[in-house]
């Protein structure tokens, strides 16, 4: 899972990333209300931990923001001190999945972003999204900004493995295997299909999803 934990308490949020990471999760951080904001509309996350009174934003207003503003319906927890009944309330009406009171143990808030994440995605279509790109499992669409993208079946398969595998680095042979089976490709077949997928996807947009790690792979992700 890929966590954006927005937490103005350093000691707080390194605890949280310690554990969540030992989990083997990527965890994302903010220390303020408006970076926090940034990070979640412009990223791509399983769940978001959100601290409600923090600096610039307070929690939420930046839940409410992300409500109107984002077309992914991530999980969204609450973390904070105010254990008042019409706090808990107010959080759930700015769009709060679950509300979690401090002092709280890590192995408990990790259980709940588990059991959030899996009630959302069962509520999902059947659809990957890094940023503003989308594959429609079911329809087979391709769509970055709401504009539909063409592409050759080789990479429609190559970019359905980079999705699932964002953020992480595919090497070159698992790209070719999908493809080419156990078969080597032609030297300049997957350099070629890699060439047409980062024209389709990147070449009309101002921000680049799909780089390239010299000498091992590619990577498919969002800004940080």
């Not at 992300?66 to 973390?79: A, D, W």
């Not at 769009?95 to 009630?119: C, M, W």
């Not at 079946?153 to 699932?164: C, D, I, K, S, W």
Request: neutral net charge; aromatic residues 6%; proline residues 4%.
């Amino acid at each position: 899972m890929r966590i954006l934990v927005i937490e103005d308490h350093k000691d707080i949020l390194a605890n949280i990333t310690e554990y969540f990471t030992l989990k083997g999760c990527e965890v994302v951080g903010a220390l303020d209300g408006l970076t926090g904001l940034h990070l979640a509309l412009t990223g791509n996350y399983d769940a978001i931990i959100l601290d409600l009174m923090l600096p610039g934003m307070d929690g939420n207003l930046v839940c409410k923001r992300l409500r109107e503003n984002t077309r992914q319906r991530v999980p969204i927890l609450m973390l904070t001190a105010r254990d008042e009944l019409s706090d808990r309330l107010t959080g759930f009406q700015v769009g709060a999945d679950d509300y979690i009171v401090k002092p709280f143990a890590l192995a408990e808030l990790f259980a709940r972003v588990e059991a959030v994440s899996r009630r959302v995605t069962g509520l999902k279509k059947n659809i990957l999204q890094i940023h503003d790109l989308t594959y429609d499992l079911d329809s087979l669409e391709v769509a970055r900004g709401g504009s539909l993208i063409k592409l050759n079946p080789t990479n429609m398969a190559f970019l359905q493995l980079l999705m699932r595998k964002s953020p992480w680095v595919v090497k070159r042979r698992e790209l070719e295997e999908v493809v080419w089976s156990h078969r080597a490709p032609d030297s300049d077949s997957l350099r070629s299909n890699i060439y047409l997928l980062r024209k389709a996807i990147d070449k009309p947009f101002d921000t680049p999803l799909l780089h390239t790690i010299h000498g091992v792979g590619y990577k498919l992700h969002g800004p940080t």
